[in-house]
């Protein structure tokens, strides 16, 4: 395991009258190359969950392991653990700072103290990673698109090399073309450089397509987890956790309740539309041979 977060706890106002548990006893582990998605309501937990994992809010209970190592065990190693384990907060676009982009996702390396070559090199491949052209690198961040500003603010934490990037809801506030090139670019940059991904978001479709597996929060705590399979076809719990599955599994069910061969684990639009032409298939071979 990459990492290992054990009963974990946070509570925002300790010792006073507010004091609340924002999360508690979490428990789970992270593998290398795997891509995980974190998902929940407003106020679940998620984002607290997260910022405990690259050691930015210390825990209230619990630890987290970074390769068997305390994240909080030597405070001189903390800038270690935060480059091996890149945070983009929601609105990342926002912390872009420098006259050009391809100055922003220099920043990093240079506070790595990076020779200059290996520094253009990082920021090159990270760029390239996240679909950004050359002929981009200079232009100042207001001169492109909100979709383009996350993706060079996401090329500045890649840029870093981490071990473990976590991306909390990436596509918030983009519209639909903006968030599909987002989802696109961040599948393909995990393919390429296999390392491990926890994507948090409240949009089931966006996870449904992605992750390999899926942690559930509710009211601080994990509720299940599992596969998209597992998950999406748990309704029960879903409800319980205050979500619905994605759309076109609601479809898929209810397609199913009339009477179609619809096989039960679909929640993507790839697979419906595949599973409903072998259907129309079906349906001509079937009227072919009664001619």
Do not use: W
Not at 41 to 49: D, I
Not at 76 to 89: A, H, M, P, Y
Not at 226 to 250: H, M, N, R, Y
């Amino acid at each position: 395991m990459i990492l290992e977060v054990e009963n974990l706890s946070h509570v925002y106002d300790f010792g006073t009258p507010f004091a609340r548990h924002a999360i508690k006893n979490i428990n789970f582990s992270l593998k290398a190359n795997e891509f995980v998605g974190i998902i929940g309501h407003t106020g679940s937990g998620k984002s607290t969950l997260v910022q405990h994992l690259n050691a930015l809010i210390k825990p209230s209970g619990g630890r987290i392991l970074l390769a068997d190592e305390d994240i909080h065990a030597d405070k001189t190693k903390l800038k270690s653990v935060r480059q091996r384990v890149g945070l983009v907060f929601q609105y990342p676009e926002h912390q872009l700072f420098e006259v050009n982009i391809y100055k922003d996702v220099c920043f990093g390396p240079l506070n790595m103290g990076l020779e200059p070559d290996e520094v253009a090199l990082r920021a090159k491949e990270a760029l390239q990673l996240v679909g950004l052209s050359e002929e981009l690198y200079n232009k100042s961040p207001f001169e492109l698109s909100g979709g383009q500003r996350r993706r060079a603010a996401i090329a500045g934490v890649l840029a870093m090399h981490p071990d473990i990037l976590i991306l909390d809801e990436p596509t918030a506030g983009l519209d639909p073309a903006g968030r599909d090139a987002i989802l696109s670019q961040i599948a393909k940059m995990q393919k390429a450089v296999g390392n491990t991904v926890v994507l948090v978001s409240h949009n089931m479709e966006e996870i449904s397509r992605l992750v390999d597996r899926i942690l559930v929060m509710s009211a601080g705590e994990i509720f299940f987890s599992g596969t998209p399979a597992e998950v999406f076809s748990d309704t029960e719990k879903l409800t319980a956790a205050g979500l619905a599955p994605p759309p076109i599994a609601i479809l898929m069910s209810e397609l199913r309740a009339c009477g179609f061969n619809i096989p039960s684990g679909i929640f993507t639009v790839d697979a419906a539309a595949e599973v409903l032409t072998s259907l129309k298939r079906s349906e001509k071979r079937e009227k072919g041979a009664e001619q």
